[in-house]
């Protein structure tokens, strides 16, 4: 990443630029997986977010069902699907 390319591993060992590339990249919270070095780490901003509660993530999921069923003009859905919204809920944070 400092000097624009990776060498090529197989074969002649010839060196890839990179152009135009912008690299993102994820992680698992820390503890127990392999750290990163910080020569690495200073390629990218962090962002951690704290894990949100599940009251947090009820209201959250909530309102977008709640959103979900008002915005519907043409595929209005019934009285029994809107009924199950809290267990939708429950089972999306659940599978979440």
């Known amino acids: 990443m400092d000097y624009g390319g990776w060498y090529e591993l197989d074969g002649e060992k010839d060196f890839r630029y990179t152009v135009s590339v912008v690299f993102c990249a994820a992680m698992q919270p820390p503890g127990g997986q392999k750290t990163i070095t910080n020569r690495y780490v200073r390629h990218y901003n962090i962002i951690y977010v704290e894990p949100y509660s599940d009251a947090s993530l009820k209201t959250i999921f909530g309102n977008v069902m709640d959103w979900m069923f008002l915005s519907q003009t043409k595929n209005v ?20």
């Open 77 to 96: 859905y019934g009285a029994g699907v809107r009924a199950c919204k809290d267990n939708i809920v429950i089972a999306t944070i659940t599978t979440y």
